[in-house]
C-alpha cells in the first residue's frame, strides 16, 4: 500500500500546535505487515507560500519542504490556523491556490482559523463550519453564506471538514485516519498519543456527534473509546454488546473485526497499559492500581501482568518508576 501523502499549508504567524498534532497523528498510523514491520498510513509535507523558513505565532521556526508553485499533488490539504490566517492577504493568496487544486483533492482540511483560507475560496458557501468558539462571531460576519456553529469539537460537510482550535486538530485528524483505515487503527494512534480516540463533549462541552461518527458503520469504535475512559466499570461483553445496542453474539463478532481480537483480549490488554502508565507514576498501591484498572483482585492483576510482560507489577514500578517527592 503506498502512503497517502497528507500536505500541510506553513505561513508566517501559524499556530505552531495546529500543525504539529494533526501531523504527528498522521505520522503515527501504521498497518502492521504480519511480520514485525509496519508500513506508514500517511506521509506528511509542508508547502509553504514560497520557500523562506516561517515563525508560528509561538516563535517556533518552520522549513517548508515545498513552496505552492512546486507542491506535489496531494490526497488530503490540511490548513493550520493562526493569526497569519485571519490576514485577508495571507488568506486570498492561500484561496487562489486552493481553488486551483481543489479538483485534485480528494478532500480539504481547515484546523481552528485555518478555515479564513478556505471560506476565501467560496467553496464553502452554503456550508456548515467549525472553528475555535472565539473566533465564530468575526468569522460569520466576514463571511455571511457560511453556517458557523461554534459548539461541535468538529465538522464534515462534503469534502470538506473543519474543526475548532488547537488541539481538535488532533480529534480531528483521528476522524481521519478511522476514516481511511478503520478504528483499529485510529485508537492506536489516540493510545500512542495518550488523548481520547473521541473526546466526549463539544467546545461548551456540549454538541451532537460528529455526522460521520454518529452514523459509522461500525459502531465498535465508540464502544472501544468508552472501554478506554471506564476501566474500572464492568466491562463484560453483555454490558458492551447493550451499549452497542447488539445482542452479544453479534457484538463479539463485530468487535473481532473491528479489531482482530476479542473484547476480552482487548481489555486485557488496555488495562495493562493504563496499570504500567499507573505503576510508572506511583499512582498508590500496587492493591490500588489492580482495583482503578478493573482487576477483580491484586492476585489477578499480578498474575495477569506478569504473563502479559514477564515481570512482576513490583519490578516493574521499581526499574521504571518516578518516586514521588
Given amino acids: 500500500m503506498n502512503p497517502r501523502r497528507i500536505g500541510f499549508l506553513v505561513y508566517p504567524g501559524i499556530q505552531a500546535l495546529d500543525l504539529a498534532g494533526p501531523m504527528d497523528a498522521f505520522a503515527a498510523a501504521t498497518l502492521d505487515n504480519g511480520d514485525g514491520a509496519a508500513t506508514p498510513c500517511y506521509e506528511g509535507v509542508t508547502i509553504g507560500l514560497d520557500a523562506k523558513p516561517v515563525f508560528a505565532e509561538s516563535g517556533l521556526c518552520v522549513k517548508p519542504q515545498f513552496t505552492l508553485r512546486t507542491a506535489p499533488r496531494v490526497d ?4 493550520p490556523g493562526g493569526a497569519g490566517m485571519r490576514d485577508p492577504k495571507t488568506s486570498a493568496w492561500v484561496a487562489d491556490w486552493i481553488k486551483t487544486r481543489s479538483r ?4 480539504i482540511a481547515a484546523v481552528c482559523t485555518g478555515v479564513y483560507g478556505l ?7 452554503g456550508r456548515r463550519v467549525a472553528t475555535h468558539w472565539r473566533f465564530a462571531q468575526d468569522l460569520a460576519q466576514r463571511f455571511p453564506s457560511l453556517q458557523v456553529d461554534a459548539g461541535p469539537l ?6 470538506f471538514y473543519t474543526s475548532a482550535g488547537i488541539t481538535a486538530g488532533i480529534d480531528l485528524a483521528l476522524a481521519l485516519i478511522e476514516e481511511d483505515h478503520g478504528p483499529g487503527v485510529a ?3 489516540a493510545r500512542e498519543l495518550v488523548v ?5 463533549g463539544g467546545q461548551a462541552q456540549y454538541s451532537e456527534p460528529l455526522q460521520f461518527q454518529a452514523q459509522s458503520r461500525d459502531r465498535m469504535s465508540d464502544v472501544a473509546s468508552w472501554i478506554v475512559s471506564n476501566l474500572h466499570k464492568n466491562l463484560s461483553v453483555e454490558t458492551l454488546a447493550a451499549r452497542a445496542r447488539l445482542c452479544p453474539r453479534q457484538f463479539t463478532r463485530r468487535f473481532k473485526h473491528a479489531f482482530g481480537t476479542t473484547p476480552a483480549a482487548f481489555i486485557e490488554s488496555v488495562r495493562i497499559e493504563e496499570a504500567r502508565r499507573r505503576l510508572a507514576g506511583y499512582h498508590g ?3 490500588r492500581v489492580a482495583n482503578s484498572v478493573g482487576f477483580s483482585s ?9 504473563r502479559r510482560l514477564g515481570i512482576t507489577p513490583s519490578a516493574y514500578r521499581t526499574r521504571f518508576g518516578t518516586a514521588p517527592a
Fill in 76 to 79: 488530503t490539504l490540511i490548513i
Fill in 104 to 107: 485534485q483533492l480528494r478532500r
Fill in 119 to 125: 471560506a476565501t475560496t467560496g467553496l464553502l458557501d
Fill in 154 to 159: 468538529f465538522v464534515k460537510d462534503g469534502a
Fill in 187 to 189: 485508537l492506536a494512534v
Fill in 196 to 200: 481520547y480516540l473521541k473526546r466526549p
Fill in 285 to 287: 498501591t500496587i492493591e
Fill in 298 to 306: 491484586d492476585d489477578v492483576f499480578r498474575r495477569t501482568f506478569e
